[in-house]
């Protein structure tokens, strides 16, 4: 989205040796545009949308389905992903801080020790746990039946 309007008449400093046929051509210093939004090119980058969009490490294909930053090592190919410290199967898995497979899931510590799981949302072990209507406190005398 950056790149689309910086490539056109809305953004920046301009060139007095600009050339401004918006929408149908635009050209200002290594900048150009041509059908704007459908093509741009200059330094960073180019993009060929709805198809293909290039800027520096970060690259996008028929975007939102497909995209991959190499320097943050971040992207998605939907309905697979990775992002930060989670990687998965949009919605059916994640692996990450918090964890979960269909209805199943699990957080973890540090230390790689499970601390509270579950299946999603008929039951909960941690902390806080509950088995349907039934619930009760893992550190505390504390139980009931909602």
Known sequence: MDRMVRISPFMGDSSRERVNLWPLAYHDRDATSVLWPLFDIDSKGFALRPLIAKEGDYTSVLFPLAAYDGQKSVGWVIPFYKL???????????????????????????????????????????????????WWSSDKDSYGFF
């Open 84 to 134: 930060k410290d989670n990687a998965g199967l949009f919605p059916l898995i994640n692996f990450g801080p918090t964890n979960w497979i269909a209805p199943i899931w699990w957080r973890r510590n540090p230390a790689a020790h499970a601390t509270a799981g579950g299946l999603f949302p008929l039951a909960m072990f941690g902390d806080f746990n509950y088995v349907g209507p039934v």
